[in-house]
C-alpha cells in the first residue's frame, strides 16, 4: 500500500462508520493490491485506483458515510475502528512478509 496520509484515514473512518471491520480491512487489502498492480503496470488499477486507501474509496462501489464533525462520539468510534483495522493490517502485512523471508 502506497504511504498512508491523514486523509486515507480520515476517509476510512467515514467508511467505517457504515461498515464493519471485515469491510474496512477489505479495503486496505484492496488498496494494497492496487498500488502492485501500479508498480508493475505502471497505471491505474481498473477498479481500485493508484494504491491509497483515498482512492480505492472514491470508486463508486465504495460510498463513504456523510460528513459529521470530529467530536460526535460515532465519528470518534469510527476513527477508533478504522485505525485498529489499519494497525491489525499492517501487522499481518509484517508477520507475511517475515515468513517470506525465513522460506
Not at 6 to 12: K, N, R
Not at 26 to 49: E, M, N, V
Not at 93 to 100: G, P
Request: with cysteine; charged share 25%; hydrophobic share 45%.
Amino acid at each position: 500500500m502506497r504511504a498512508m496520509h491523514i486523509d486515507d484515514v480520515h476517509m476510512l473512518a467515514r467508511f467505517a462508520a457504515r461498515n464493519d471491520e471485515a469491510a474496512c480491512f477489505d479495503i486496505l487489502t484492496q488498496a494494497h493490491c492496487a498500488d502492485k498492480y501500479r508498480k508493475k503496470f505502471f497505471r491505474a488499477h481498473p477498479r481500485f485506483g493508484m494504491g491509497s486507501i483515498s482512492s480505492t474509496l472514491c470508486h463508486p462501489l465504495a460510498p463513504l458515510a456523510r460528513l459529521t464533525w470530529i467530536s460526535e462520539p460515532e465519528t470518534l468510534a469510527a476513527f477508533e475502528r478504522a485505525l485498529g483495522v489499519i494497525a491489525r493490517f499492517k501487522s499481518e502485512l509484517h508477520h507475511m512478509n517475515t515468513q517470506r523471508r525465513d522460506l
